[in-house]
């Protein structure tokens, strides 16, 4: 299958398929969210401050670079995460998130820096054994525009009390037009617990992958 094609299937089938394995990108109120994203074409660093429920302030710092590592990018900048809409269901959970940036980019295919803006949105949903999320995140500078596309499905391997860690596997298919056009896939062993997660994995290119968030 064709990566294209196969990443249609994984879209469509996580949009229709996938409250344990938490997508959120915000904590509870009054609490704050460490997250990393860190691979060879990919870093990313960031916290967040949930004021309310719904809403979220922080910053994030990141750095992308193509495969043969000749071009290279760095982004910083104050991001707001707002949930924009939560369905309850019976054993289940969906949401739908907006995640905007405001700041500044620099890289070594133009001079200076440059002003940006990186409006997103997330759709995730998920139950205690499956889970689902999709996502596209738009980075924009005059003449240095990029996104970021990503669909993942997971499926638990058991489960377990809310106060207990539960391993998950995850596949990620993930395309970064700065880094390529063509979509990266990435399965991943992923262990969550009601305040952190921990998953790491590599592409099939072979490359290492290494994610964490932590709420407090």
């Not at 990029?146 to 499905?153: G, H, V």
Request: net charge positive.
């Amino acid at each position: 299958m064709k990566p294209t094609l196969l990443f249609k299937f994984v879209f469509f089938t996580l949009m229709g398929f996938a409250t344990q394995l938490s997508a959120a990108p915000l904590g509870y109120k009054n609490s704050w969210m460490v997250m990393g994203d860190f691979s060879k074409t990919y870093q990313e660093l960031s916290a967040n401050y949930s004021t309310t429920a719904n809403d979220a302030f922080g910053v994030s710092v990141s750095a992308m670079q193509t495969e043969d590592s000749v071009s290279r990018r760095q982004n910083a900048e104050v991001v707001y995460t707002r949930k924009v809409a939560r369905w309850n269901l019976p054993n289940a959970q969906a949401n739908i998130w907006f995640i905007g940036g405001l700041g500044s980019t620099t890289g070594n295919t133009f001079s200076g820096s440059k002003a940006m803006a990186s409006p997103g949105l997330q759709v995730d949903y998920e139950t205690t054994r499956f889970y689902s999320m999709a996502s596209a995140r738009v980075y924009a500078a005059q003449g240095a525009t990029s996104n970021i596309t990503t669909a993942r499905l997971g499926a638990s391997f058991y489960e377990v009390d809310y106060d207990q860690p539960q391993p998950w596997i995850v596949i990620e298919a993930r395309r970064m037009t700065f880094v390529s056009n063509q979509y990266e896939f990435t399965p991943m062993l992923r262990v969550i617990h009601n305040r952190y997660f921990v998953e790491a994995g590599a592409n099939l290119s072979g490359q290492l992958r290494f994610n964490f968030m932590y709420n407090y």
